[in-house]
């Protein structure tokens, strides 16, 4: 638990825990093959349109699907 929250939120908690691990997973590793992106310059480098899944996009989403599993938020 954070020292500046005053009282405990196990969901809050739950959902950083499951940030950190996507974070700790995708790491500087090449998540887009179309633009080259990594997990830390996915949102400036992504070309993708708004209306189209880019393949960074569906790694991150496997991954943060696989993280909540694993800490119980699904």
Same mark, same amino acid.
């Not at 825990?17 to 790491?27: A, P, T, W, Y």
């Not at 708004?50 to 996009?57: A, K, Q």
């Given at each position: 638990?954070?020292?500046?929250?005053?009282?405990?939120?196990?969901?809050?908690?739950?959902?950083? @825990?499951?940030?950190?691990?996507?974070? #700790? *997973?995708?790491?500087?590793?090449?998540?887009?093959? &179309?633009?080259?992106?990594?997990?830390?310059?996915?949102?400036? @480098?992504?070309?993708?349109?708004?209306? #189209? *899944?880019?393949?960074?996009?569906?790694?991150?989403? &496997?991954?943060?699907?696989?993280?909540?599993?694993?800490?119980?938020?699904?």
């Amino acid at each position: 638990m954070a020292p500046h929250r005053i009282s405990p939120n196990r969901l809050r908690e739950l959902r950083e @825990k499951v940030q950190r691990l996507v974070r #700790e *997973r995708l790491g500087e590793r090449l998540i887009c093959t &179309r633009c080259g992106a990594k997990f830390s310059t996915y949102s400036d @480098k992504c070309e993708a349109p708004l209306d #189209e *899944r880019c393949p960074g996009f569906n790694v991150v989403d &496997r991954v943060q699907m696989a993280a909540e599993k694993e800490v119980g938020l699904c």
